[in-house]
T-cell receptor, first 114, second 112 residues
Framework: NAGVTQTPKFQVLKTGQSMTLQCAQD?????MSWYRQDPGMGLRLIHY???????DQGEVPNGYNVSRSTTEDFPLRLLSAAPSQTSVYFC?????????????FGEGSRLTVL | KQEVTQIPAALSVPEGENLVLNCSFT??????LQWFRQDPGKGLTSLLL?????REQTSGRLNASLDKSSGRSTLYIAASQPGDSATYLC???????????FGKGTRLSVIA
């Protein structure tokens, strides 16, 4: 059982570069989301999706784009990386609703922006 | 706006001790409350989910209680073990269709 798979696990970028963090789940979950976790700030929601073709902004969406063309995949795009985007990013999914059921997390992607 | 607070931020206990982790939330109108565990360098793992109509949930040595009227939940860990060392996060669902609101967690160390 793969669950929620995030790639890459580690990435170093220079300021201004763009990249995509990949997230895939094999549980046929409708709900997928991206969080960032920073020391002292806890988990903050970036974007989320309640189904294919539907996305919405979370608490800290600026500088990030998402799309949901399939049920399985929910990539997070950094358009022009900034040092403030240095963080650990987590993808999470749930079978129904945004919080009606158990939330499954990936292992995280650690991003450093120089 | 719903806010979730977990105090203390860190806790250290000797092995074998029973312990309680606390979670408080500002708006009692919740859909459910979830407790998660996070090991260093890893993602979060769901431990217990309590629906708003429930008072408690149990899984092995873990028992979570919910008191909506007072805006509180507790996670009780019986006979703690070094393997229980991790960060425990509480999260509240304002509704079934809105994302969870997380606390910042309590970092637990169980000393052998």
């Amino acid at each position: 059982n793969a669950g929620v798979t995030q790639t890459p696990k580690f990435q170093v970028l220079k300021t201004g570069q763009s990249m995509t963090l990949q997230c895939a789940q094999d549980m046929n979950h409708e709900y997928m989301s991206w969080y960032r976790q920073d020391p002292g700030m806890g988990l903050r929601l970036i974007h989320y999706s309640v189904g294919a073709g539907i996305t919405d902004q979370g608490e800290v969406p600026n500088g990030y784009n998402v799309s949901r063309s399939t049920t399985e995949d929910f990539p997070l795009r950094l358009l022009s990386a900034a040092p403030s985007q240095t963080s650990v990013y987590f993808c999470a999914s749930s079978w129904v609703g945004a919080s009606a059921g158990e939330l499954f997390f990936g292992e995280g992607s650690r991003l450093t922006v120089l | 706006k719903q806010e979730v607070t977990q105090i203390p931020a860190a806790l250290s206990v000797p092995e074998g001790e029973n312990l309680v982790l606390n979670c408080s939330f500002t708006d009692s109108a919740i859909y459910n409350l979830q407790w998660f565990r996070q090991d260093p360098g890893k993602g979060l793992t769901s431990l217990l989910l309590i629906q708003s109509s429930q008072r408690e949930q149990t899984s092995g040595r873990l028992n979570a209680s919910l008191d909506k009227s007072s805006g509180r939940s507790t996670l009780y860990i019986a006979a703690s073990q070094p393997g229980d060392s991790a960060t425990y996060l509480c999260a509240v669902a304002p509704s079934g269709n809105t994302p969870l609101v997380f606390g910042k967690g309590t970092r637990l160390s169980v000393i052998a």
